[in-house]
């Protein structure tokens, strides 16, 4: 049986302080919070294996896992025996944003999109970085972090979508600009054109080529209206060749040609 280092006492800073840290610890180390805390608790496991023990049972946490504690809860957390945890986490005060999620004590979050684990682990440094530095704003810009974070999570949980799909909509829109193709973007998820195809279409309710130009006809209307660009300028721009294809494509989505949305304002 394994003996774990025991971290019972937890003393939260002023309400309101945020902090974090990143962790790689042995199966040796635990921590136990028999009141729970005044804040919450955020984690995300880069290797390894960690636990959480609530009164409702136990639930383990692996690589490309968030966990979210609610603040006010009995809890012990630690190593899963045999096992050692690389784990970045952060305490925060409540924000309005976890009225979003669910009233769970405890959420734990299996990120199988890459894109999104890395932009959550980013976040997360950003945090880490931050709090430890203390620069002017420092709070309010680790709050926009986990803001950002629980906002996500709250997506992701309230529409389970396929991770290969997901991943395609990344693909999209990192390479909105070139000449993609649909094997380009199967050989990037790992399927079959025709597997991915049939999957995207299901998910989204879209083919490929239909959510390629929707992004892109969006992309356009954003430069027409807010960056100055003409019709031909944010054609090119978001990467179509043709503008009589684009402009077709442009009324059928926005309802009105691209000149006439550029100068809709001025009306």
Known sequence: MTIYDQFESYAAPAYGTIFAGHFNETDRYATMRPDGMSDWLITYTLDGEGFFDLSTGQQQCF??????????????????????????????????????LSGEDLIIERLGNVHLQNRIYRALRNVLVDSREQRPFWQQLCENEIRGILLLLAERRG????????????????????????????????????????????????????????????????????????????????GFQNYNHFAALFHRQVGS???????????
């Not at 999209?172 to 600009?177: C, D, E, I, Q």
């Open 63 to 100: 690589a490309g896992d968030v966990a979210l504690l609610r603040s006010g809860v009995p809890h012990r957390y630690g190593v899963a025996p045999g096992k050692t945890w690389n784990f970045i986490w952060a305490h925060f005060p409540g924000m309005n944003e976890t009225h979003y």
């Open 159 to 238: 529409e389970k979508r396929d991770a290969r799909v997901e991943e395609a909509l990344h693909y999209l829109s990192r390479h909105m600009r070139e000449r993609i193709t649909v094997d380009d973007i199967a050989q990037a998820v790992g399927l079959s054109s025709s597997r991915l195809s049939h999957l995207f279409k299901e998910v989204t309710g879209a083919t490929i080529v239909n959510m390629l130009n929707e992004m892109r006809i969006r992309q356009a209307a954003v430069l027409i209206r807010h960056a100055g660009r003409t019709a031909s300028e944010a054609a090119y721009e978001v």
């Open 257 to 267: 040609s691209p000149r006439e949305y550029r100068h809709a304002d001025d009306k």
